[in-house]
């Protein structure tokens, strides 16, 4: 049971670090083939290009767990405390509300290709499989910013603190 929970815990680095690994020996073999002969794979840029999507997400998703992500530090750090909250209460349920609207507008994405029978050129692989990291990880960026979001603190803003 412990082993699933830090499996769950740590679901960003692990399927990061495995889609990031794939991405890497695909291109690297694809350039290797390429340049040792004049054949070239062709799927390879599908691939990679859609490992690219679920490996950003992933890494949005990572960087609220871990609390790390860019601030514009100049202006926010010369607000005053009261407007330093509403910043940060009124970016929190801006950036779960665009995600909503991601994982929505991708839930449908993903209802049309398999609808469609839609298929991908190179591997003629179900697009649906690729489109629905989009739903998934937004929802799963919506959980990490849920579980450090706390708007009734006693202690306001714990992610807040001066430089």
């Not at 830090?6 to 399927?15: A, K």
């Not at 990679?48 to 790390?68: H, P, Q, R």
């Not at 509403?86 to 950036?95: A, E, G, K, Q, R």
Request: aromatic share 14%; with cysteine.
């Amino acid at each position: 049971m412990n082993r699933l929970k830090c499996l769950l815990d740590n679901i960003e680095i692990w399927l990061g670090m495995l889609l990031l690994a794939v991405m890497a020996v695909i291109a690297f073999v694809n350039v290797v083939v390429r340049y040792a002969s004049t054949y070239s794979f062709s799927f390879t840029e599908e691939v990679v290009l859609n490992f690219f999507v679920a490996v950003t997400l992933l890494g949005i998703s990572y960087g609220y767990k871990k609390n790390s992500h860019l601030v514009m530090g100049f202006a926010f750090d010369r607000f005053p405390r009261w407007l330093q909250i509403i910043c940060w209460h009124l970016s929190n349920v801006l950036t779960i509300l665009f995600f909503i609207i991601l994982c929505y507008w991708g839930v449908l994405q993903v209802m049309d290709e398999i609808d469609l029978n839609s298929v991908t050129e190179a591997l003629r692989t179900p697009t649906w499989i690729y489109s629905s990291c989009v739903p998934v990880f937004s929802l799963l960026i919506i959980f990490r910013i849920l579980e450090k979001y706390r708007p009734n603190s006693n202690t306001m803003i714990e992610e807040i603190e001066p430089r």
